[in-house]
């Protein structure tokens, strides 16, 4: 990626919560004997992943005020994320995730939150100077589940949106803390309205649009209003469409030993990727995108890619996230072996 300037700087807003990761692995949740706490939340952990990638990030944010909370608030300024955006309810506890891995691929989830401190974040607590510094804003639909949170949420991306910056949404759907799925799709739909970007797997994206390929309902997706769309697709990669251009971009062959947060990974990645390449530029970063070919589009997936398949290779979320050194070395072996494949194909096709 290119160097980036001081205005680069991706705010996200959300849920970090404590994720109770499984002693052992092939056990479904009822089976597992124990299980180790560690820092989690999508938003958040998008936050570390861009701040590991060189861009400067912050999150916004309510927790406990706990012993929870704090240790949280701690890992996140550890991680080199500003944190001036969080909020401590003396209240409510710190939102807590039981997980279990009965595969490599696959994940269960219990929310202990009821409610969490994640969903007491009110409109009056939004620190709106630091949204009015974001270049990027991301949120994603765990904060739309409840209020007061759901309105803060959406309250937040206004307030970057007219500020100028780009906003990202995950639709990141979670059956369990919804109602009814009519419910969850209601709620993307408000979020859909302020957002210039949308991410989502194959099963979120056929919610809002029933085409057969990822590709075809992110070009779906885009035609209502954001600027790029983005689909991923587990070990496939991924695919993305703005309204004039489309791209795809093949997985990297890893040893999975936990996948959990790969897709946190991807978008952190990407959101970095974006701000590198465009943040320098005066025009609005999401008229930019909207306009970009498909060879970086390309570009811009094979980076994210990267990113959530190092993140695979080991276990937890946070602690696994790659260093920006880290992804260029997987993307320069990838190349290398294309390369090299290609001089063969010449070959055995010369002879």
Not at 66 to 88: I, N, Q
Not at 108 to 134: H, K, S, T, V
Not at 253 to 277: K, N
Request: glycine share 8%; charged share 25%.
């Amino acid at each position: 990626m290119k160097s980036r300037g001081q205005k680069s700087k991706i705010v996200c807003l959300g849920e970090f919560i404590l994720d109770l990761f499984p002693a052992e692995s092939g056990r479904d949740l009822a089976s597992v004997s124990a299980f180790k706490p560690v820092p989690g939340g999508a938003p958040a952990n998008v936050a570390v992943a861009a701040a590991r990638l060189g861009v400067p990030s912050a999150f916004i944010g309510k927790v406990g005020d706990d012993p929870f909370g704090r240790r949280l608030a701690s890992v996140l300024g550890k991680c080199g994320v500003e944190t001036r955006g969080m909020r401590y309810d003396p209240k409510t506890r710190t939102t807590l995730n039981f997980i279990a891995l009965p595969d490599p691929n696959s994940a269960e989830f219990l929310f202990y939150r009821q409610p969490g401190a994640d969903l007491m974040l009110r409109p009056g607590e939004l620190d709106r100077e630091l949204l009015r510094e974001a270049s990027i804003f991301h949120f994603g639909s765990v904060s739309l589940t409840a209020e007061p949170c759901r309105t803060a949420a959406l309250e937040a991306a206004r307030i970057a949106r007219e500020a100028g910056a780009m906003v990202s949404f995950d639709l990141n759907y979670r059956p369990m803390l919804w109602e009814s799925e009519r419910d969850a799709l209601a709620a993307f739909e408000a979020a859909l309205r302020l957002a210039d970007l949308v991410k989502g797997n194959e099963r979120e994206l056929a919610m809002l649009e029933r085409a057969q390929d990822p590709q075809e309902a992110c070009r779906a997706v885009a035609e209502r209003g954001p600027a790029l769309a983005v689909a991923t697709l587990g070990a496939r990669g991924s695919a993305c469409a703005t309204r004039s251009a489309a791209a795809r971009a093949a997985g990297f062959r890893v040893r999975t030993r936990d996948a959990t947060g790969c897709g946190d990974a991807f978008m952190g990645a990407l959101l970095a990727w974006l701000a590198g390449e465009l943040g320098a530029e005066k025009a609005p970063l999401a008229d930019r995108i909207s306009s970009l070919p498909a060879p970086a589009l390309q570009a811009a997936l094979s980076y994210a890619n990267a990113a959530g398949a190092l993140t695979a290779t080991k276990k937890g979320v946070i602690p696994a996230l790659p260093s920006a050194a880290q992804v260029e070395r997987l993307l320069k072996r990838a190349a290398h072996k294309l390369k090299t494949l290609d001089k063969r194909l010449s070959c055995d096709s010369f002879n």
